[in-house]
C-alpha cells in the first residue's frame, strides 16, 4: 500500500478550484474521488476538512452550489466555479507556479553554481 | 474583499442563528451512500461495505463541529454563550443584582444627565442645513480672559469684502429690544438686526413671502421692512394670510412685512429668548439707539459666517488674521487695545453664556465622574465578594479545562452586563436630573428655548460609558477570583486564600470613603456660600419690584421721556400698598455697569490720574427709602433735588471714611469726572454679595441730573418698594398703572429684586442642589459600602472568630478586632480625602462667595456626617462577632 499523505495546508482549496475547473461542476463525493485519483491516490480527503472548505468557499464567493440531479437518479449539491473563483484560480496558479519555479532553483543549487 | 465578504455571511449565520445543518446531514448522507456502493462495488459484503464507510466518513459529531465553526463566528457564539450564562447567573442571585444595577443606575444617569447638559449647551449644531459649516467671529483682547466680544459694523464690512474661505458672512443683533405693536396688543420683544444675507447664509426658505433684498440693506434708514418670527405671527398676527404689506409698528417706526420666516426658526442664539422679528441692518437705529450701530466704534453686532466648499476653520483663521491686521492699520477703528478675530464653529448656546457656565458644568462633570467612581468601587466590591463565593463553581470550570481567559471573560460579561442594565436604568434618573438642571440653565423669566433631550449622541455616549464601566468594575474581581488554587478551593479550605483579596476589597472601600469627603466637602462649601449670598444684600429683595422703562426705544424727546418718567413715579407713588418708588440707572446688583470715576475733593492738587476711583450711579428721590437701605447722615435726594437745581451726590461710607475721615462729609464738595457736587448724605455700604467681602466705594448722583446727550438717560430702571406682602402680588397693578400713562412706551423686565438675585446666581444653586444630591449619595453608597466589606469581613473569618473564642478570647477582642479594621479604613479615607479637598479646593473658589475653599466648618462637616453612617456600619457587623456562638463557628463550613 502506497504511503499516503495528508494536504499540505492551504493547498486544498487550490486543488478543488482546479478540479472544478477542468471537470464542470462536481458533487461532493465526486470532488474527493477526483481528488485521490489525480493524486494517484498518495492523497485522502479528509471529509471533515473537504466540506468546510467547500462551505467557505461558497461564502468567500470562488464556487456556487445548487441541487440537482446525479448519474445515478439521485439528487446531489453540484458545487461550480464562478468568475471570481476563476480569478483566484490564476492568481493562486501564478502564485504557485513562481514559488515552485524558485524553490525548484534552490534544490538545484550546487555549490560549484555559486562559486 | 473576499474576507470581509466571508465575515458578513458568518456574522449574519452567527446572528440569526439560521445553520445550515439540514444541508450538512445531506452532504454527509450522499457521501456516505456513494462511499458504500463503491465498497458494494469492490465486493465486500453488506454490513462491512457500511461500517467501512462510516469509518472512513468519520465521526459525524466532530464533522459537525468543523462545519458549524466554518459557518458561524465561534468567539461571537462563545460571548452570546456568555450571555446566556451571566443572565442565568444575575436572575439567580437577584438581591445582589438589583443593589449593583441600583448603584450604577445613580452613578450613570447623573452622568447621562451632565452629558445631555453639556451636549446642549456646547456642542449642539443649530437647526439649519449643513450647520458644520458655520462658524461665529468674536473680537479677542489681549491679556482678556473673556472672548468674543462684539465687533462693529464697518469691521464687518471689511471682512465681507475681502474675505475668500466663507461663501457668506453676515452680521446680525440678536438682542435688539423691540416693542412691536400687533393685532394683540404691544408686545414686548425681543428681535434680530440682521444684513440681507442673514437667511441665504442659513439656507432657509419662508414660509410666507420672501427675505430681504439686497437694495433693501443698502441706504440706511430706506426701507422699513420686516420678516415675522412664524409664532409671532400664528399667535399674534392671528395667523392672517394677508399680512405681506401690512404695516407693523416696532419701536414707534411704521414697518412693512415682507415675509415670514420658517415654523420653529427663531434665530441663531439657541436657548435664549425668541427672536420675534427680524429687521434689515439698514435700519439699525431702530434696533439700537445707544450709538449708531452701522458706525465705528459702536461695537454691537456679531459676525455668522458659512465657510466656502474645501476651506476649513483653520484656513479661514488664518485669513481673517491677516485681514484684522490690514484694518487695524487702514480703519482706525477707535480701539485702543490689541485685538484678533477668534473664529470658532457655531454650537450650542450663545457663546457669552458658554463662558459663563464652561467652569460649572466642568465642576457638575467632575463630581458626576466621583459619584460613578464611587458607584463603581462599590460594585466592584460586591463583585469581589461574590467571587469568592462562587470560588468553587470558577474552581470546577477551570478544573474542568475552560481557559482563565475564558472564565474571566465570563465574569466580565457579567459585569458589563450589569452596568448596561444600570445605564439603562440610570436613563430614568437622568430624566429627573436633567429636569433639575433645565430649571438652572435656561434663561428664567423669558420663554425657555434651552432644549436638553437624551439624543442618540447622548444616549451612545451614555451606553459607551456603562460598558467601560462594566469592564473597569469586573477586570479586578475577574482576575482575583481566576486566581485561586484550584485545588484549595475545591477542599473549600478558604481561610487565609483570600487576603489579597481583601486587601483589594479595603483599598476600594478606602479610595471610596475619600471621594464621599470630596464631594461632602464640595457640597459643604456651595451650601456656605449659597447661605451667605442669602444674608448679603442687607435689605429684603422680596419687596422690590424692579421695571425697565424705556421710552429711548420709541424715539422720545428727552422732555417727553422725562414727563413720563415723572409722570410714571408720582402714579405709582399714589397708589395704595406702595411705599415709595424711584428711578435709578442699574438694579443693585452685583456686577452690573457702574463706571469708575475720579473723585476730587476740592482742594485736592494731587495727580489727576492717581486719584481716588469710585464707582458710580443715579438714582432718584427716595431711592434708600425704596430699598429700605439705611442713611447714615445727611439727607437723601428728594423732590428739591430737580434738574435745573444744584448738582448733588450722595456717598457710601467707604468713601466717606477715605475722602473725610474727619467725618466732615455733609456739604463738602467734589468733582466727580467732568463736574463738581456737593454732597448731602452719607449711606450705608451696601453687601452686594457677601458679609465678608469688602465693600465698593459708591458715589450716588442725581437721576434726573445725568448728561443728557446719552440717549439712556431718557431710561431707567424704576425701583418699587411694596409696604405688605411680596412684591410679586404688585406686579400686576404696577403694569396696569404705567400702561395708562403712555402705552408706547416698552415696559419690561418686569421683575422682583429677589428674583432677580435669584437668576444671576442659579449656577450657584444648580451647583448646590446636585452637589447636595451627589454627596448625599455618596454618603449612602460609602456607607452602605463599609457596612458590605465589613459584614462580609466578619462571614469569611466566622471560623477563626469561633476558635480565637473557643480558645478564650473575650467578646470585646474581637469586637475590637472588627472595630479597628472599619475605624482604619475609614480614617485613612477620611485623612485621604481631606487632603484631596485642600488641594482641590481652589478650583471652586469661583464659585464661593465669603467662603474660603479651606473652610474648615464646610470641610470637617461631610466627614462628620460620613463619621455618624461609619460608626453604624462599623458597629453592626462589630455586634455581630461579638454574638458568634463559637460551636455555630466552628461548624459553619
Known amino acids: 500500500m502506497k504511503k499516503k499523505t495528508d494536504v499540505r495546508q492551504g493547498t486544498l482549496a487550490l486543488m478543488v478550484l482546479k478540479t472544478l475547473d477542468v471537470l464542470g461542476p462536481q458533487h461532493g463525493y465526486g470532488l474527493a474521488r477526483r481528488i485521490e485519483q489525480i493524486s494517484g491516490d498518495r492523497l485522502t480527503l479528509n471529509t471533515g476538512t473537504l466540506y468546510p472548505l467547500l462551505l467557505r468557499l461558497e461564502q468567500e464567493g470562488a464556487i456556487a452550489s445548487e441541487r440537482g440531479p446525479s448519474e445515478n437518479n439521485r439528487s446531489a449539491r453540484f458545487y461550480r466555479l464562478t468568475a471570481v473563483g476563476r480569478r483566484q484560480l490564476q492568481s493562486e496558479t501564478r502564485d504557485w507556479e513562481r514559488t515552485t519555479e524558485l524553490i525548484r532553483r534552490f534544490f538545484a543549487a550546487k555549490a560549484d553554481d555559486l562559486s | 474583499m473576499r474576507t470581509l465578504r466571508r465575515f458578513l455571511m458568518r456574522l449574519k449565520a452567527s446572528l440569526t442563528g439560521r445553520r445550515d445543518d439540514e444541508r450538512l446531514r445531506e452532504e454527509l448522507d450522499d457521501h456516505l451512500a456513494r462511499e458504500t456502493e463503491e465498497n458494494l462495488r469492490a465486493g465486500m459484503p453488506d454490513a462491512k461495505a457500511r461500517r467501512q464507510a462510516v469509518l472512513t466518513v468519520g465521526r459525524a459529531t466532530a464533522l459537525a463541529d468543523a462545519y458549524r465553526d466554518e459557518q458561524g463566528l465561534p468567539s461571537l457564539d462563545h460571548l452570546f454563550q456568555d450571555l446566556r450564562i451571566a443572565l442565568r447567573r444575575l436572575t439567580q442571585a437577584p438581591g445582589f443584582t438589583a443593589a449593583a444595577v441600583a448603584t450604577l443606575a445613580l452613578g450613570l444617569g447623573l452622568n447621562s444627565a451632565v452629558l445631555s447638559l453639556a451636549y446642549a449647551l456646547f456642542l449642539k449644531p443649530l437647526p439649519v442645513d449643513e450647520a458644520s459649516r458655520l462658524v461665529i467671529v468674536g473680537r479677542v483682547f489681549t491679556g482678556e480672559a473673556r472672548r468674543g466680544f462684539p465687533i462693529s459694523f464697518p469691521e464687518y464690512a471689511y471682512y465681507r469684502d475681502h474675505a475668500r474661505t466663507f461663501s457668506d458672512l453676515a452680521a446680525h443683533y440678536s438682542t435688539s429690544p423691540m416693542n412691536i405693536i400687533t393685532p394683540a396688543g404691544p408686545m414686548n420683544g425681543m428681535g434680530a438686526v440682521v444684513t440681507a444675507n442673514y437667511f441665504r447664509l442659513l439656507r432657509l426658505q419662508p414660509a410666507m413671502g420672501r427675505f430681504f ?78 450709538c449708531n450701530g452701522l458706525a465705528r466704534g459702536c461695537n454691537t453686532i456679531d459676525i455668522l459666517g458659512r465657510l466656502a466648499d474645501g476651506a476649513s476653520v483653520q484656513d479661514a483663521q488664518a485669513e481673517m488674521n491677516v485681514l484684522t491686521g490690514q484694518l487695524v492699520a487702514i480703519v482706525p477703528t477707535g480701539e485702543s487695545r490689541t485685538w484678533s478675530a477668534e473664529l470658532r464653529p457655531a454650537r450650542g448656546i450663545r457663546f457669552m453664556e458658554q463662558q459663563r457656565d464652561a467652569p460649572i458644568v466642568r465642576l457638575l462633570a467632575g463630581a458626576a465622574a466621583l459619584v460613578l467612581i464611587i458607584a463603581a468601587a462599590n460594585v466592584a466590591g460586591l463583585m469581589l465578594a461574590r467571587g469568592l463565593r462562587r470560588r468553587k463553581e470558577i474552581a470546577v470550570r477551570l478544573a474542568l479545562g475552560a481557559s482563565r481567559g475564558r472564565v474571566i471573560r465570563l465574569l466580565l460579561v457579567e459585569s458589563v452586563v450589569l452596568a448596561v442594565v444600570g445605564g439603562a436604568a440610570g436613563f430614568v434618573v437622568s430624566i429627573w436630573a436633567t429636569n433639575v438642571l433645565h430649571g438652572y440653565f435656561g434663561q428664567v423669566g423669558s420663554p425657555n428655548t434651552l432644549v436638553l433631550s437624551l439624543g442618540p449622541r447622548v444616549v451612545l455616549a451614555g451606553f459607551a460609558i456603562a460598558v467601560l464601566t462594566g469592564i473597569v468594575t469586573g477586570v479586578s474581581p475577574a482576575l482575583q477570583s481566576t486566581r485561586a488554587d484550584t485545588v484549595a478551593a475545591i477542599k473549600e479550605e478558604a481561610a ?113 490720574s492717581s486719584a481716588f476711583q469710585a464707582s458710580t450711579t443715579y438714582v432718584g428721590a427716595r431711592y434708600f427709602k425704596t430699598l429700605g437701605a439705611g442713611l447714615v447722615a445727611g439727607r437723601e435726594f428728594d423732590d428739591r433735588d430737580t434738574e435745573r437745581g444744584p448738582l448733588v451726590a450722595l456717598v457710601n461710607e467707604t468713601v466717606a471714611r477715605r475722602l473725610w475721615p474727619a467725618g466732615t462729609a455733609i456739604g463738602s464738595h467734589v468733582t466727580i469726572g467732568p463736574r463738581r457736587y456737593e454732597v448731602v448724605g452719607v449711606v450705608r455700604d451696601l453687601q452686594w454679595l457677601s458679609a465678608v467681602e469688602s465693600p465698593e466705594p459708591i458715589a450716588y448722583l442725581n437721576y434726573w441730573q445725568q448728561d443728557r446727550t446719552n440717549a439712556w438717560s431718557q431710561d431707567s430702571r424704576t425701583h418699587i418698594r411694596v409696604s405688605r406682602g411680596g412684591a410679586a402680588a404688585m406686579l400686576p397693578e404696577i403694569l396696569r398703572t404705567l400702561g395708562a400713562i403712555d402705552p ?35 454618603l449612602v453608597l460609602s456607607g452602605i459600602g463599609l457596612y458590605a466589606a465589613l459584614a462580609f469581613l466578619i462571614g469569611q473569618r466566622t471560623r477563626e472568630i469561633g476558635v480565637r473564642i473557643a480558645l478564650g478570647a473575650s467578646r470585646a477582642d474581637v469586637g475590637g478586632l472588627v472595630f479597628r479594621r472599619g475605624t482604619m479604613i475609614f480614617g485613612s479615607g477620611v485623612a485621604a480625602g481631606l487632603a484631596a479637598c485642600v488641594v482641590a479646593g481652589p478650583l471652586l473658589a469661583h464659585l464661593l462667595y465669603g467662603v474660603s475653599p479651606r473652610d474648615p466648618l464646610a470641610l470637617l462637616a461631610g466627614p462628620m456626617v460620613l463619621g455618624v453612617v461609619a460608626a453604624l456600619a462599623i458597629w453592626l457587623p462589630a455586634r455581630r462577632a461579638m454574638r458568634l456562638d463559637p460551636v455555630a463557628g466552628l461548624r459553619s463550613e
Do not use: C
Request: charged share 20%; net charge neutral; hydrophobic share 50%.
Open chain 2, 213 to 290: 433684498l439686497p437694495e433693501e440693506d443698502a441706504v440706511p434708514d430706506r426701507h422699513p421692512v420686516v420678516v415675522l418670527n412664524y409664532d409671532v405671527w400664528r399667535t399674534r398676527f392671528d395667523a392672517d394670510a394677508a399680512i405681506l404689506g401690512k404695516a407693523v409698528r416696532i419701536n414707534g417706526t411704521a414697518f412693512t412685512v415682507v415675509g415670514v420666516a420658517p415654523e420653529g426658526f427663531n434665530g441663531v442664539y439657541v436657548g435664549f429668548q425668541p427672536n420675534d422679528v427680524w429687521i434689515p441692518s439698514a435700519m439699525f437705529s431702530v434696533g439700537y439707539r445707544y
Open chain 2, 496 to 608: 487565609g486564600a483570600g487576603t489579597r483579596r481583601s486587601r483589594l476589597r479595603e483599598g476600594l472601600l478606602v479610595v471610596q470613603v475619600a471621594l464621599s469627603v470630596v464631594l461632602l466637602g464640595g457640597s459643604g462649601l456651595l451650601v456656605r456660600s449659597f447661605f451667605q449670598l442669602h444674608r448679603g444684600p442687607g435689605f429684603d429683595p422680596d419687596a422690590i419690584a424692579i421695571v425697565r422703562l424705556r421710552p429711548s426705544l420709541v424715539a422720545y424727546t428727552n422732555a417727553r421721556a422725562w414727563a413720563f418718567q415723572h409722570e410714571a413715579i408720582a402714579r405709582l407713588e399714589a397708589l395704595p400698598g406702595i411705599a415709595a418708588a424711584s428711578p435709578a440707572v442699574v438694579a443693585p446688583l452685583p456686577g452690573w455697569g457702574r463706571p469708575a470715576m475720579a473723585v476730587r475733593v476740592d482742594g485736592d492738587t494731587g495727580d489727576p
Open chain 2, 744 to 778: 408706547d412706551v416698552p415696559v419690561s423686565d418686569v421683575q422682583v429684586l429677589g428674583t432677580q438675585l435669584d437668576t444671576q446666581f442659579s449656577a450657584v444653586r444648580a451647583a448646590k442642589t446636585m452637589f447636595l444630591v451627589f454627596g448625599g449619595l455618596a
